[in-house]
Each structure stands twice: as structure tokens, then as C-alpha cells.
């Protein structure tokens, strides 16, 4: 368990920093709200509606497949660092991995996934 | 051929499930061939099977059938598998037998019935049960045989559920049955913690090779058991009073059930348990005193009955007292023998009445009978051969099992079992011929709309008929005296205490040369005079019973009401409960009503409010009871580890 | 880097999943290029259907065998390959039950049936998983997998409810899970559950701390999936609102690998330490089966009273773990094949009962139903008399072996509770029959429309039900064989 030890006294000192430029400007920081400076984006245009409004689930949709074909590229680093010892079993390996997500890709097309409207 | 011995369960099975399952959709003459030809294909792989058996040397005459192992668990171990040797293998003969028949005469009697798919699936499925029972090479499935054929008498008790009497008949045969399948059950746990199993032959053989003394305590207890058990069965004092009862079912279910087969499983435990016995005297007795006094008892009942159907119903309750008193006495074989013929001829009656009854479309009351020979003479010849069988009279089915039984009681028992087995027999002679003049002979008290419609019955209900009636007339010379073919066919099942030859011309010669042949003459004589005075009375002088009647009230009033033993039990056991019961029901109902609350019910609904209030529907809360829990399961750990 | 190919990770000891996988794909792109209309594509049934079976078959193939692949961390033997054919029947009763339960609701989708597949595959890999990294990871196919098929009906409410709910609620016990796995591995440097039994023995038998409080968090972790007492709260109200096929689904598939993973963790990792962590589980199985039977006799909606029944089963499973000998694992083995069988078959009645947008799901809704139905009546009896354990039923058995093990392992008290348990939940049970039975029908019943498809399944759950209970002794050998390796 000692072995952690610097991990905790990290983890203390992270917290004090945050708490104490928290704190410090709280105490020394003089407050004269007005009604502008309390609206959010305080940089001159006027707010327009809530901002609690709903997105379209599409945008979503978008953001997860990024997220799935982006982490699957990153999958393909180690692999081109291993590449020359794995040999064919490597590029063998990658060709069914490329294959499995160009059929997904294939049913996320043919979903409608990708389009918009 | 003898492996072949699992066939015969599997085709009333199948065939029950078929009615079962599909009869709504299928055609009756389908249905009733295959009811039937499921019941005859099973009768002919057991006759296949009878042959098998009689192939092989009397003393390898056992066959074990290993199916699988149903439950095991330590020492326990209970199988599925089948046993057959002489006594199982006569069972399967007479249980397919006049099954059989009785399948085919309820194709005609049953062919108007709205609910004849249901009424042959249970049939086959009651068949199946039965040889279930009398198969099983041990007690736990015997007895899971012993539940399921309760379990169809009352499905087919209560056929006619629509009428109350029927289904209260079914609810008392099933209350009456499980008085006895409780000692039954009793029996069958103290076996196992004496013998340390459950199979026939295992238990047969500790109990024969002198590990238990004559007379020990505890092999009387389970003998006692089982005879409880097998007095339920088969409707012996006190456990009878739902077999007449069970009449209200279809007549052919009476023959199948309720003459020829069901009610005589005790008889069969009996034999089949026939070392235990042999090492209580004292049971012996017991089964010997209750068999005769069932006898006599029941067959002064059936004197002064009018219902054709309860007579006949009495006539068996008394003819199983006669297998009783055999077993009782160490008889066995002559137990089994009179099972037989009675199967044969009770089957023959119970199926009689019912062509009867439907000839005088569902009249039973004999009163209403009469002259009825001349219009249905199948029905009466064979009837008549039925009555002559069961009456004992030489050399019909009956008087040879009878007054072999006769003879037993006498040899080996004592005097008194004889005199009231004599008398017993004199007065079966009297009833059932009092029934048959009553019904066929004199003037006809026939409803004059009913005669209009009187009709012999169809031929599938007439050749049944004919064949049990041919079998009433043989069926006796197998158990013939001095060369008994029956007697040395059963012997490896009694061993030596069940050979009543031996031992009764043995000790007849003591008694004297011609005891046997005496006994004989003696008998038939009894019978010949129950037939006179039933002549005298019911033909010649038809005014007797009437003044009789007038004459000795008293008599007449407690033999026609049945000694009241329907009443006496009703005051005794039923109505207490009952009341018991009410007083709870008012006592609990009241205090709900009162609004003051009933415990359970606040119970209930005391953690229903606890539960409903934890089971928010709030992912919230839920994730807080995983919290709870883990915080709990965490604190236990540590703590348990310390 | 050693010599690595194809041969070394030995490919072929996962074919039953590959063909899953394969055949799970394949029914997406087929849905997707098929122009028919959604109501008709009847081929996605048939093709999952075949990549089950075929996955059966190959599964099949290699009873007797034992071996490590991967490394070790994938494992074969009886035991798994018993679990196998579990989640293969499972998920091919539920292919047949959902075919035209599918089509009546709308939600044919290829997703569907890819889902289950991929779930499966999900619950092989828990049952074979030698270390905790590779059980985790099937346990999150698995559950992502229910996640989305229980929100399957997205125009209804309450099954977008139901399937929110069990996502968050399943992410969360997850993180305990997790958590569990990281402490155990930081507490003995390895995920293998052979290692970890090599590194408890290195100690004396003895634990520290972190290796307590890990094995605790993975009791959350998995005391969730297979919904025992506290983490159950999620079970009706899930239950409830999935499509009814995948009620009947979830009820056994994610039990079962729940209890396989269960049991080789804690036979196998914490074998040594049974004294650790029987009395949590004792108090858990005590928990578990009173407050599902408890609750179930206020239901009136019979997907709720089933699922607090899944509650109490889950119950009396957890009676054999406490026992924790090999006759236990022979009985928690039997038990999941028999409560697949009637619960299934059970399910599939509701199914054949209920209308469209899974209308008639009350209690009261089955009176009446022996005179208009008598054979789905009787079938329905059936599985509900199983459930309840009552002879000669599967259920009859499997509570017999439970109950048996507990007493041989000298837990007479908690057997004691587990029959009393049971005697309480013959009242619910029965309650549908009598319903059934002796009520007039308080509804018009829709004439039958029996699918081929359900039928097969009832009438294989029928022969489940029946063929266990009567004869037992075949399943309980093959059961007794599949006993946990390294014991």
C-alpha cells in the first residue's frame, strides 16, 4: 500500500490548489452583480430562448459512430508498431477487422444512419 | 418376449393422450378404436408375455425390467421397472382381458355421450395405472400406480359431474381412499427404514431369510399399514361406504373399475406382500376376521337393496371379503383364484345391468323391472350364467374359487370363519337371484313409455357379453381341486405357505378322507337353498317379502338403510368437521366483517405497503438500495473476516 | 514477441461463437438490403435460428474435450459446454417464441435477432471466461446487448422506461464490478482465477482487506445480473415493460452466465475461502427468495409476479452456491435447464395469451381460460406447477437437489427457509391456476392463432418440463460430469 503513497499526497495537493484559487478569489473578489454580468455568455448578444433545449438525436448518432470509427483507427496503431513480427497472422487479423467494419459501415449506410433528413 | 413387457403400459398411455389431446377433433369410431385398440394390442403383447413366462422353468419364472432410476438420493434409491413372474403376468392377463371387453361394451353404451373422447382417455389412462400398480417391481412406484388409479376412479366416478350426486360420490370415494393411502404411504417409509429399500425383491428376500421372528412388532405394524391401505382399495369395514357410492359413475366403469380390477389391488398388494404377512400372525387375523365379517356384513345389505346397480356394488364389497378371508388365512393362491373368476363374472353382472339399464333407457330401480327375458334374451342368458357363477353352483367360475376358500377357511382357519363364510354364501345366492327374478322373471312393472323402447343391445355390447359369459363357465377348471394348474403356476410367487394343496389335502386327510369332496356337496347345497328361498319368495309367493317386511320391521329397516353406517359416520366424523370448520369460517369471516383486522390480512397488506413504498419506480432509489447493500456486504466481510 | 498465429490462440475453441457473431451479422445486412416489408421478413428468424443450431452442433463436438486457448483465459470443458447448450437453447426458444410475437408488435427488426445472438455470445464468454477480464467483457456484451433489446419497442413508454432504467442501473453495478476486478487484481497482481487461487493458497488461506473488499464489490457486481436480493429492485419494473419474448428471455439467459461466472469465480478463485463469503451469500439467498415470493403474492400483472418468481428462483440457485460442494453444482447445472424450460414455456403462454401493444397481462385476465383453452390451460398448469416444485415436474427435482445439497453441506436451517420459500410461492402459482380453472372468463378470448413456431417451443418446454421431472437421472449425470475443473 505504500507504494501509492505519492499517488494520495498528489491527489491532496490537486485538491488544495483548486480549493484554494476557489476560495481565495471568492473571499477576495468584490462582487457588484448587475443584471448583465449575471446572464450567461457574458459578451454583448442578447440570449435567445433556454438553453436547456433538446437536440435532435441525430447529432448524437453522428458523435457515436465518430466515436466508434475513431477508436477503431487508434486500434491500428499498435498493430502497424507490431506489424513486422506478427507477420500474416497480423495482416490477416486486420483484413477480418477491416471487413467487420466495412460491413458495419455497409448496414449503417443502408440504415439511413448517415443521412440527415 | 418378457422385454417386450413395457409395451403394454405404453399403449393405454398413448392412447390416452391421443383422446386426450386430439378427441375433440376426431371422429367417435376413432376414438373407440383407439381406445380399444390400444387396450387389445397391450392384451395380446401380455398374453405374448404370459407365454414367455410359462416357456421358461417354474422356478426362473421372475423377470425383472430395469427402466431407469427415478429419484436417488444416499440410500435411497427408488427405480422405474417392472416385475413379472406368475402373479403380475395373471394380473396383466385379467386387467387387459376384460378390459378389453369392457372397452369394446362401452363403445356402444357410452356412444350418445357427449364426453366420449374424455371418457376413453381416462379409461386407457385408469388401464395404464392399473398396470402400472400391478408391474412395479417396487413399493414406491406400486404405489404411484395406487394414487393414479384413485386418481381415474374418481375422474370417471364423477363422469357425470353436471349431477351432485356424482360428484359428491367421486369427493367421497377420493376422501375414503385417502384414509387408506395414508397408512399406505405410513407403510411403505416404515419398509424403508426397516429394510433400507423399497424393491419387492430385496425387501421379500431380508424379510424370508429369518433376519425378523415370527410376530415382530414391527413387520406386524407394517403389515397393519398396508392392510389399511388395502382395505381402502378395496372397500373392506370400516373403509367400504364409497364403493356403492361409486355406482353413480358409468355402469361400464363399475365392471372395470369397481368389480374387476381397481378394488381388487388390496387383495393383490396382499398376495404380492405375502412373506410379510407370513410373519404376522396376529395381521393375519385381522385380515382374516375383517375379511369374513366384510362378507357376511356386506351381503346382508345387499338383501333388501333395489338399486340394481348397489346390489351388485354390495355383491362386491362381499366377494372381496371372501378374497380377504383367503389371504387372511394364508390362502393365497385361492385369493387370487376367486379374483380371477370374479373378475370374470362380476364384469359379466356390472355389464348385464348396464345393458339392462340401457334397454330401459337409464332405469335402475328393480322395482320398476320385471319380465324383462323374453325382450333382451342375450342380456338375460348371459345374466343368468353371471348369477349361477357367483351363486356357486357346479361347475361354474364361481364355485370353485369359492369353495376352495371354503375349504381353506376351514382347514386352516376355524370354524367360525367357515360358518360365516357358509352363510355369507348362502345369501349371495339369495340376493343375486332375488335381483335376477326381480329384473327378468314375473310380471313386468316396466313404465309403459319406457317399454315402448325396450331393445336388446347392439352387438359390440352383446359379444362382450358372451365372452365373459364363456369365461364365468370355464374359468374355473384352471384352480380345479387336485389338479390345480393355477395352484402350481402360482407357486413360485407364495412359495411354500401359499400351496394350499398340499397342505389342504394334507390336512383333510386328517379331518377325514373325503373333506374336500364334502365340502363340495355341502356348498352346493347352501347355494341350492339361497336359490329356493329366493324362488319361494320372489316367484312363487310374491306377497312374502311384503309381509316379511311388515312382520320383522326392525330388521328390515336397519338392513335396508345399510345399519346406518352412512349415518352413524356422517354424526361421527363428518358433520364434526364440518361444524369445526363453519365455526372457524363464521369466527374469522365475522372478525374481517367486524373491521376489526384479521391478522393475515394485515399482514399481507402491511409488507405489500412496505413493498409498494420501496418500489418507487425511481432509478434513484434503486441505485440507493445497490449502494445499501454494498456497504453492507462490504461491512460484512471485514467484520466476519475479524 | 512469442511465435504467435493462429494456432497458438487455437481459433477453432471458439467456433460456436465466431458463428454467432458471423450469423449475427449476417442477419443485419440481409435486413438491410431486403425490400420487403418489415412484417414479412420471416427469413431473419429462420437465419438466426440456423446460426444457433449450427453453433449447437459445433458446440456439440467437443463434449469430453478440456483445454485453455487464448492464453488461458478462455476455457473448455463440461462445464461450459453445459452453459453453452443452456444459452444456445435459451436463445433458440426465444428465436421461435419472438417470431410472430415480433411481427404482432412491429419490431421485427434484423437488430433483434442480431441482439440476441450477440448476447449469447456474450453469455459464452462469461461461462467460459478462466479470468475475470474475459468474464467481464462477456457480462458487458451480454448486458448492452438486453439493454437495447428490452428498449426493442421504442413507441411504447414504459419500454423505453424499462430499458433506460436498466441501463443505468446495469452501468452502475458495473462500476462495482469493475471496481471488484481492480481491487482483486491489485491485491494479487493477476486476473487469472487460477492464480488468484494459487495466490490466496500462497497466503495461508488468509485475506487482506483489499482482496475482501474486491471480492465483495464482485458479489454487487454479478449479485445484479442475476437479481438477487438488494440489487433486485430493477427486475419488475424491467420485466415488465420489455417485450414479453425478451422477458422470457433475460429471466434465463443472463441468470444462468450470471451463476456460471458466479460459481468459477468463487469455486474456483475463492474456493479456499469459502468460510469468507458463505454467510453474505447465505443472507443474500435468504433475502433473495423471501422478498421475491413475498412480493409476488400482491402481483396482479403476470410479467410482474414471474419476475419476482425469477427473484426467488435466483434465490434458491443461491441456497447451492452457499453449499458449495459438487453435488451443488450438479443442482444449480439441472435447476437453470429446468427453470429455462418452464420459464420459457410459461412465457410463451403469456405470449400466445396476450393482444397486441401486450394488452391482457393481468392476472385476472387468464380466469376462465381452462374452458376456452384447456390445452393451453394444462400446459400453462404445468410450467406453473414446475415452478412451484411440485413432483413430477423438473422443478420438483432441481428444488429436491438443492435443497439436498444445502443438507449435505450442513445448511439444514437455510434449507429449511428455502422449503418454507417454496411452500409460500405454491400460493401465487396457483393462484393463475385456480384463476384458470374455477373463475368464468371476465374477458372475450380471441381465437387461438398458434404459430408453428410457438408451438414448437411450448411443446419443447412441455417435454423439458416433463422429461426432467420423470427422468431426471440422465441430465443429473451429464450435470455430474460437468463439474468444475480444478475443485
Not at chain 2, 310 to 322: D, E, F, H, N, P
Not at chain 2, 464 to 489: D, K, Q, T, V, Y
Request: charged letters at 10%.
Amino acid at each position: 500500500m505504500i507504494h501509492y503513497l505519492p499517488i494520495l499526497i498528489l491527489f491532496f495537493i490537486a485538491l488544495g490548489f483548486a480549493l484554494t484559487n476557489v476560495g481565495i478569489s471568492e473571499i477576495l473578489g468584490r462582487k457588484r452583480p448587475t443584471k448583465e454580468k449575471l446572464t450567461p455568455y457574458e459578451c454583448g448578444v442578447e440570449p435567445v430562448g433556454s438553453a436547456h433545449e433538446r437536440f435532435s438525436v441525430k447529432f448524437y448518432l453522428i458523435a457515436m459512430l465518430f466515436v466508434v470509427f475513431d477508436i477503431e483507427v487508434v486500434f491500428m496503431y499498435p498493430w502497424a508498431v507490431a506489424f513486422k513480427s506478427l507477420k500474416l497472422f497480423g495482416f490477416i487479423e486486420m483484413l477480418i477487422f477491416i471487413g467487420i467494419l466495412l460491413i458495419c459501415y455497409f448496414y449503417i449506410w443502408k440504415r439511413g444512419g448517415l443521412e440527415w433528413e | 418376449m418378457l422385454n417386450l413387457v413395457a409395451l403394454i403400459l405404453l399403449f393405454p398411455l398413448i392412447g390416452s393422450a391421443m383422446n386426450g389431446l386430439f378427441g375433440r377433433r376426431l371422429r367417435k369410431e376413432s376414438i373407440g378404436y383407439i381406445a380399444c385398440g390400444a387396450i387389445g394390442l397391450s392384451f395380446f403383447i401380455s398374453v405374448l408375455v404370459f407365454i414367455g413366462l410359462l416357456l421358461l422353468p417354474p422356478e426362473e419364472r421372475i423377470f425383472e425390467k430395469h427402466l431407469f432410476s427415478w429419484i436417488q438420493s444416499g440410500s435411497f434409491n427408488a427405480a422405474v421397472g417392472f416385475q413379472v413372474d406368475p402373479l403380475s403376468s395373471l394380473m396383466i392377463l385379467i386387467v387387459t382381458g376384460v378390459g378389453f371387453l369392457i372397452h369394446i361394451y362401452s363403445m356402444g353404451y357410452m356412444h350418445d355421450d357427449k364426453g366420449y373422447h374424455r371418457y376413453f382417455s381416462y379409461l386407457n389412462l385408469f388401464t395404464f395405472s392399473m398396470l402400472l400398480l400391478v408391474l412395479s417391481n417396487n413399493f414406491l412406484l406400486m404405489f404411484v400406480g395406487w394414487e393414479a388409479v384413485g386418481l381415474c376412479s374418481y375422474l370417471l366416478i364423477g363422469f357425470w359431474f353436471e349431477k351432485k350426486s356424482a360428484s359428491d360420490a367421486a369427493k367421497k370415494a377420493f376422501v375414503v381412499n385417502r384414509v387408506g393411502d395414508f397408512g399406505f404411504a405410513l407403510g411403505i417409509m416404515l419398509i424403508f427404514l426397516t429394510f433400507h429399500s423399497i424393491d419387492f425383491t430385496e425387501v421379500f428376500n431380508a424379510a424370508s431369510h429369518g433376519e425378523f421372528a415370527i410376530g415382530n412388532i414391527t413387520i406386524t405394524l407394517i403389515t397393519l399399514l398396508l392392510f389399511m391401505g388395502a382395505a381402502g382399495k378395496s372397500a373392506q369395514i370400516p373403509l367400504y361406504t364409497w364403493l356403492p357410492d361409486a355406482m353413480e359413475g358409468p355402469t361400464p366403469v363399475s365392471a372395470l373399475i369397481h368389480a374387476a380390477t381397481m378394488v381388487t389391488a388390496g387383495v393383490y398388494m396382499i398376495a404380492r406382500c405375502n412373506v410379510l404377512y407370513m410373519l404376522s400372525p396376529f395381521t393375519m387375523t385381522v385380515v382374516a376376521s375383517i375379511g369374513a365379517t366384510t362378507a357376511l356384513f356386506a351381503a346382508s345389505i345387499g338383501l333388501m337393496q333395489n338399486d340394481i346397480k348397489r346390489v351388485l356394488a354390495y355383491s362386491t364389497i362381499s366377494q372381496l371379503g371372501y378374497m380377504f378371508l383367503a389371504c387372511g388365512v394364508g390362502a393365497f393362491t385361492a385369493g387370487i383364484f376367486h379374483l380371477m373368476t370374479h373378475a370374470f363374472f362380476k364384469a359379466l353382472l356390472f355389464l348385464g345391468s348396464g345393458s339392462v339399464i340401457h334397454a330401459l333407457s337409464g332405469e335402475q330401480d328393480m322395482r320398476k323391472m320385471g319380465g324383462l327375458k323374453n325382450h333382451i334374451p342375450i342380456t338375460y342368458k348371459t345374466f343368468l350364467i353371471g348369477t349361477v357363477a357367483i351363486a356357486g353352483i357346479p361347475p361354474f367360475a364361481g364355485f370353485f374359487s369359492k369353495d376352495e376358500i371354503l375349504l381353506e377357511a376351514f382347514v386352516r382357519g376355524n370354524v367360525i370363519y367357515w360358518s360365516i363364510g357358509a352363510f355369507a354364501a348362502f345369501l349371495t345366492a339369495f340376493y343375486m337371484f332375488r335381483l335376477l327374478f326381480m329384473t327378468f322373471h314375473g310380471e313386468s312393472r316396466v313404465d309403459p313409455h319406457v317399454k315402448e323402447h325396450l331393445h336388446e343391445s347392439p352387438r359390440n355390447m352383446t359379444i362382450p357379453l358372451i365372452i365373459l359369459a364363456g369365461l364365468s363357465i370355464i374359468g374355473g377348471f384352471w384352480g380345479l381341486p387336485g389338479a390345480s394348474a393355477l395352484n402350481h403356476f402360482l407357486s413360485p410367487v407364495f412359495g411354500g405357505h401359499g400351496h394350499n394343496e398340499m397342505h389342504g389335502v394334507e390336512a383333510g386327510a386328517h379331518h377325514g378322507i373325503g373333506l374336500p369332496s364334502l365340502m363340495m356337496v355341502v356348498s352346493t347345497l347352501i347355494a341350492i337353498g339361497g336359490i329356493w328361498l329366493a324362488y319361494q319368495m320372489y316367484v312363487k309367493k310374491q306377497e312374502l317379502p311384503k309381509k316379511l317386511a311388515e312382520r320383522f320391521a326392525l330388521p328390515y329397516r336397519i338392513l335396508y338403510n345399510k345399519y346406518y353406517v352412512d349415518e352413524i359416520y356422517d354424526a361421527i366424523f363428518v358433520n364434526p368437521v364440518k361444524k369445526i370448520s363453519v365455526q372457524l369460517w363464521k369466527k374469522v369471516d365475522a372478525m374481517m366483517i367486524d373491521g376489526s383486522v384479521n391478522g393475515v390480512a394485515r399482514f399481507v397488506t402491511g409488507t405489500s405497503n412496505i413493498f409498494r413504498f420501496l418500489q418507487t419506480g425511481y432509478v434513484r432509489n434503486y441505485a440507493f438500495y445497490i449502494v445499501v447493500g454494498c456497504i453492507f456486504i462490504l461491512i460484512l466481510t471485514t467484520w466476519l473476516n475479524k | 514477441m512469442p511465435n504467435t498465429s493462429i494456432m497458438t490462440f487455437n481459433i477453432l475453441s471458439i467456433l460456436p461463437v465466431l458463428i454467432l457473431a458471423g450469423f449475427g451479422m449476417m442477419v443485419l445486412v440481409v435486413d438491410v438490403l431486403s425490400s420487403r416489408k418489415m412484417g414479412e421478413k420471416n427469413f431473419l428468424a429462420y437465419l438466426s435460428l440456423i446460426g444457433v443450431v449450427i453453433a449447437a452442433f459445433l458446440s456439440k463436438n467437443f463434449t469430453g474435450t478440456t483445454l485453455f486457448s487464448f492464453y488461458g483465459a478462455y476455457t473448455i470443458d463440461n462445464y461450459s459446454l453445459f452453459f453453452q447448450f443452456v444459452f444456445l437453447l435459451c436463445a433458440g426458444l426465444t428465436i421461435l417464441i419472438s417470431k410472430n410475437y415480433v411481427q404482432r408488435e412491429n419490431i421485427n427488426y434484423g437488430e433483434y435477432y442480431t441482439l440476441i445472438l450477440f448476447s449469447t455470445i456474450g453469455m459464452i464468454l462469461m461461462a467460459s471466461g478462466a479470468d475475470l477480464l474475459n468474464i467481464f467483457i462477456g457480462l458487458e456484451i451480454m448486458s448492452i446487448s438486453i439493454y437495447i433489446l428490452v428498449g426493442m419497442k421504442r413507441t411504447r413508454l414504459t419500454s423505453n422506461e424499462a430499458s433506460l432504467k436498466y441501463f443505468l442501473l446495469g452501468a452502475f453495478s458495473t462500476g462495482f464490478l469493475l471496481y471488484g476486478i481492480a481491487l482483486v487484481y491489485g491485491a494479487t497482481g493477476t486476473i487469472s482465477l487460477r492464480q488468484i487461487a494459487v495466490f490466496i493458497a500462497g497466503k495461508g488461506g488468509v485475506l487482506d482487506p483489499l482482496l475482501l473488499a474486491g471480492m465483495g464489490l464482485i458479489i454487487v457486481g454479478i449479485g445484479f445480473k442475476i437479481a438477487s436480493a438488494p440489487f433486485h429492485a430493477w427486475v419488475p419494473d424491467v420485466y415488465e415493460g420489455a417485450p414479453t419474448a425478451i422477458t422470457a428471455f433475460m429471466a434465463v439467459g443472463p441468470k444462468a452466465a450470471g451463476f456460471a461466472a458466479f460459481l468459477r469465480i468463487f469455486f474456483i478463485a475463492f474456493g479456499q475461502v469459502h468460510q469468507d463469503w458463505e454467510k453474505i451469500i447465505w443472507i443474500l439467498a435468504v433475502l433473495t427468495m423471501t422478498t421475491g415470493n413475498i412480493i409476488a403474492l400482491i402481483q396482479t400483472n403476470i410479467k410482474r409476479m414471474l419476475a419476482y418468481s425469477s427473484i426467488a428462483h435466483a434465490g434458491y440457485l443461491l441456497i447451492a452456491l452457499v453449499a458449495a460442494n459438487n453435488m451443488s453444482v450438479s443442482a444449480i447445472l439441472f435447476y437453470l435447464l429446468a427453470y429455462l424450460f418452464m420459464n420459457i414455456g410459461a412465457f410463451a403462454i403469456v405470449i400466445v395469451i396476450s393482444q397486441k401493444e401486450d394488452s391482457f397481462l393481468k392476472i385476472s385476465d387468464f380466469s376462465g381460460l381452462a374452458y376456452k383453452h384447456p390445452r393451453l390451460a394444462i400446459a400453462m398448469t404445468l410450467f406453473l406447477l414446475s415452478m412451484a416444485g411440485i413432483p413430477p415436474t423438473a422443478g420438483f427435482v432441481g428444488k429436491f437437489y438443492i435443497f439436498s445439497s444445502a443438507i449435505k453441506s450442513g445448511y439444514v436451517l437455510l434449507a429449511i427457509i428455502g422449503v418454507i420459500n417454496s411452500v409460500i410461492a405454491v400460493f401465487y402459482y396457483l393462484r393463475v391456476t385456480v384463476a384458470m380453472y374455477m373463475r368464468g372468463p371476465e374477458r372475450e378470448f380471441q381465437p387461438l392463432t398458434l404459430s408453428p413456431f410457438i408451438f414448437v417451443a411450448i411443446i419443447i418446454s412441455i417435454i423439458g418440463t416433463i422429461q426432467l421431472g420423470i427422468f431426471p437421472a440422465k441430465v443429473l449425470e451429464i450435470a455430474q460430469r460437468s463439474i468444475l475443473l480444478l475443485r
